[in-house]
């Protein structure tokens, strides 16, 4: 059966090239289905059934949309596809359960914001290192080309298959250009760089606008996402996304630093009091769970924390009166881009088709029509193609689709092809050049940290203190509501923070030496 795979996989590589060339999809699969084939009929493969898990609701056409796939490629991939949705809430944790478990599956969606450190701790994916070229070897060859592979690979083995995109979530501010305008103080994209800057343009706003939240403060891990990313930014600061730890872009030795502890988190603080005695943020901010994206798009706030991506997005919001700018700020300043393992899909350790997944995964790189299918689904049924875009057919009520429902299903992420990827609505024509460009930017680099994960185990009860003493008294310093950042200090260096420096240090000095060692 192995070498039957090998000889389909060959089979697949020659024939697909084209595509990759611009063929017309059509012809590439005819072209891959006649050959494939011919192998088949001497040694054909087995029939099998693939199990895949995504996270996020099922959209009502899923199961239709995976069927069709299953029979336009039955005689290439001779794979049927077990599609299964598991709610965001619930996915990290089922899934850690099911590794635990020694559950059997296929593939599986993950990402370094979700459980993906967790899953590797638990040795719950395959190394890849010898099956990726031989099942896969276009995608290897991208891989290859892109380094990607590097952040995937743990102990030198490959554990997991990055997406092949590239971005930067450099910190941006976006506002209300429609209102600024009419209100006689808007300003032009980017012409707002510092803080300052900032403030006194929303002070203006605040002065028109006492219906709205001026500025829109939201919580993400362990501190605000917004003006505390900012400052990091003019300090030059990485956040480990760690329980509020960050280090210095500019210190080769990579020091851990608390983030209570830098100049930034006193900054920090100081525009969020500032900006709640103004009246500029929400003194509510820290118990009112309403997402500040949809408070934003029905026009309840006039400004918030953006990035180059959501601020360059066609967004369709619920108010219509809305038209956005936006600026980044600090633009001299290093910042870097988005880790691989921002969305990736693994392979189980205890697949019982690895082979028949990477030989997916392979004419997913190089085939136009099945990725179009993978997608966005069955062309005329649950999408359509106008001017090279994918949208819903005609007649399809995009608010109530019914059983077509299916463009922009969770967890597509990781399948995100750069040479592939129709325009949306939300992203239209030139959205992902101009992503993948942005990222190229001087100041925009990779992290050489990239691919860290850090073992909490010996550090567990510390790391649980710190994290009761950061929601208890570090999140409302930032939310403007409390000011006593000695004391803070003083709480987290009793809950064992130099344990957990000690710690975490000593796995950053290892990591970076493995990779010198290569």
């Not at 009246?279 to 118990?287: E, R």
Request: with cysteine.
């Amino acid at each position: 059966m192995l070498a039957c795979a090998m000889m389909i996989a060959s089979a697949l590589s020659a024939c697909n090239k084209t595509n990759n060339e611009g063929a017309a999809s059509s012809q590439s699969s005819s072209s891959s289905s006649g050959q494939s084939s011919e192998s088949a009929a001497a040694e054909p493969l087995k029939d099998v059934t693939l199990k895949f898990y995504f996270g996020g609701d099922k959209p009502a056409g899923a199961d239709a949309v995976w069927a069709a796939i299953s029979e336009k490629y039955k005689d290439i991939l001779h794979a049927k596809f077990e599609v299964k949705f598991i709610p965001w809430g619930d996915y990290s944790n089922k899934l850690l359960v099911m590794a635990a478990s020694g559950d059997k599956w296929d593939l599986n969606f993950d990402a370094e914001w979700l459980g993906y450190s967790q899953m590797i701790g638990k040795n719950a994916y395959l190394p890849l290192n010898e099956l990726l070229p031989k099942y896969a070897p276009e995608l290897n060859a991208k891989y290859e080309t892109s380094g990607a592979l590097e952040a995937a690979t743990v102990n030198g083995q490959v554990l997991s298959l990055p997406w092949t995109m590239k971005q930067n979530h450099r910190p941006f501010i976006q506002w209300r250009k429609d209102l600024a305008d009419a209100q006689g103080f808007g300003l032009p994209h980017n012409g707002i760089k510092t803080m300052e800057e900032l403030d006194a343009f929303l002070l203006k706003a605040k002065e028109t606008n006492s219906d709205k939240r001026v500025f829109n403060i939201g919580f993400t891990g362990g501190y605000p996402y917004n003006i505390g990313q900012f400052m990091m930014l003019k300090y030059g600061l990485a956040d480990l996304n760690f329980h509020g730890l960050v280090f210095d872009i500019n210190d080769p030795a990579f020091k851990i630093i608390p983030f209570e502890q830098t100049e930034a988190f006193k900054e920090a603080a100081a525009w969020a009091k500032k900006w709640v005695d103004d009246g500029i943020m929400s003194k509510d901010a820290m118990v009112d769970k309403t997402d500040v994206n949809t408070l934003f798009g029905n026009g309840q706030v006039f400004s918030q924390y953006s990035t180059h991506e959501h601020s360059s997005q066609t967004n369709n919001y619920p108010d219509k009166a809305i038209v956005t700018e936006a600026s980044m700020l600090y633009p001299d300043k290093p910042f870097y881009n988005r880790s691989p393992l921002a969305n990736v899909v693994g392979i189980n350790k205890n697949s019982p088709n690895p082979e028949r997944v990477l030989m997916f995964l392979n004419l997913l790189e190089t085939d136009r029509e099945l990725y179009d299918m993978v997608m966005y689904g069955v062309e005329g049924v649950n999408y359509q193609v106008k001017d090279e875009a994918a949208t819903l057919p005609d007649g399809v009520d995009k608010d109530n689709p019914g059983n077509k429902a299916y463009l922009g299903w969770a967890s597509q992420w990781a399948f995100w092809k750069p040479q592939f990827i129709r325009p949306t609505e939300v992203n239209p024509a030139g959205f992902w050049q101009a992503e993948s460009d942005f990222a190229n930017q001087p100041n925009n680099i990779n992290n050489p940290l990239g691919g860290l994960f850090f073992d909490p185990e010996p550090i567990k009860n510390e790391l649980a203190q710190r994290d009761t003493v950061q929601d208890e008294f570090g999140k409302p310093i930032l939310a403007g509501l409390k000011t006593d950042i000695d004391g803070y200090i003083a709480k987290q260096q009793a809950a064992g923070l130099d344990n957990i420096i000690t710690e975490l240090q000593k796995q950053v000095d290892a990591f970076l030496a493995s990779k010198s060692d290569k």
